[in-house]
């Protein structure tokens, strides 16, 4: 279970040299590496999952502990319906039963539990428990935690621009409205609304590319690789791609 324990910042372990004044507001995280940790362990690759979702558990505790304000991980690619059948009902399966075991604690530490992506193309029992779970988090003030599911970056752009279309067709948008569209006005649309950018997005398990992730938002987000596997991803990880991410010279295309 989750178990928020609010202390680590103040005392103990490595958090002595993480600026609690520059912490991200918003985390992205890939979690990569599952099927390879469980080969290493000669186990299925259903049990690398089912191991990343401990990690998550950890992840997002940690993560709210330090007054991260979002953490979005990617959980199920719009790419990933090519695996066998049976890892994807197993992924699915884990999902329900991530919700199910967790949903109190997460409610508890004030979590407000969110999907990006596309999740009508989901099993039904995960459809209702995210729905489920979104709609009695809703009200919550804590870190929001957004599932990526059935999510891909170029999904979502088409998808918001036919969503713009739809507006327009509705008299909610004008011609002149389209023409004027700037940026923010696009954002919006997207499955991450009115969510700041990532400010950086972690990636394990030795593999270097974005794989249709936060394709938009990610323009001046500050990527972190590590070599770990996500289900051996731990707190320490994290604070190390933090005091990473702390020392960078973030510019936006300016000087300083
Ligand atoms: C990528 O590792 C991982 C996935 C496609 C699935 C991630 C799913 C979970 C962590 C399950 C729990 C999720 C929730 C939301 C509770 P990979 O399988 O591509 O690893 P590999 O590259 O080593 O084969």
Redesign the pocket.
């Known amino acids: 279970m989750l178990n928020f324990i609010k202390s680590d910042k103040n005392n103990k372990y490595d958090s002595e040299d993480i600026n609690f004044s520059n912490i991200p507001k918003h985390i992205a995280i890939?979690?990569?590496?599952?099927?390879?940790?469980?080969?290493k362990k000669n186990l299925p690759?259903t049990m690398?999952?089912?191991?990343?979702?401990e990690?998550?558990?950890r992840i997002v505790r940690e993560c709210s502990d330090l007054g991260v304000k979002y953490l979005t991980?990617?959980?199920?690619?719009t790419e990933?319906w090519i695996?066998p059948k049976e890892?994807v009902s197993a992924?699915m399966r884990?999902?329900v039963?991530?919700?199910k075991r967790?949903f109190n604690e997460l409610h508890k530490n004030n979590v407000i539990l969110n999907t990006v992506g596309d999740i009508s193309k989901l099993p039904e029992s995960c459809i209702t428990a995210l729905n489920d779970a979104k709609e009695k988090t809703k009200n919550n003030t804590g870190i929001m935690l957004n599932?990526a599911?059935n999510y891909g970056g170029r999904n979502e752009i088409l998808n918001a621009i036919k969503n713009i279309f739809k507006d327009y067709e509705n008299n909610k948008l004008s011609k002149d409205d389209i023409l004027n569209l700037n940026e923010d006005v696009f954002s919006s649309y997207l499955y991450t609304g009115d969510m700041p950018d990532p400010d950086i997005i972690i990636r394990p398990?030795g593999?270097k590319r974005l794989s249709n992730f936060l394709l938009w938002q990610c323009a001046y987000s500050e990527f972190w690789y590590s070599n770990i596997?996500?289900?051996d991803f731990s707190k320490e990880d994290l604070h190390n791609a933090i005091r990473d991410y702390q020392n960078r010279n973030r510019r936006f295309g300016g000087v300083k």
Do not use: Q, T
């Not at 991980?73 to 690619?77: D, I, M, T």
């Open positions: 890939i979690m990569d590496g599952n099927g390879r940790w469980a080969k690759r690398g999952h089912k191991a990343g979702g990690a998550l558990k991980v990617y959980a199920f690619s990933n695996r890892e992924i884990l999902i039963e991530f919700l967790e599932l599911l398990s593999e596997n996500w289900p």
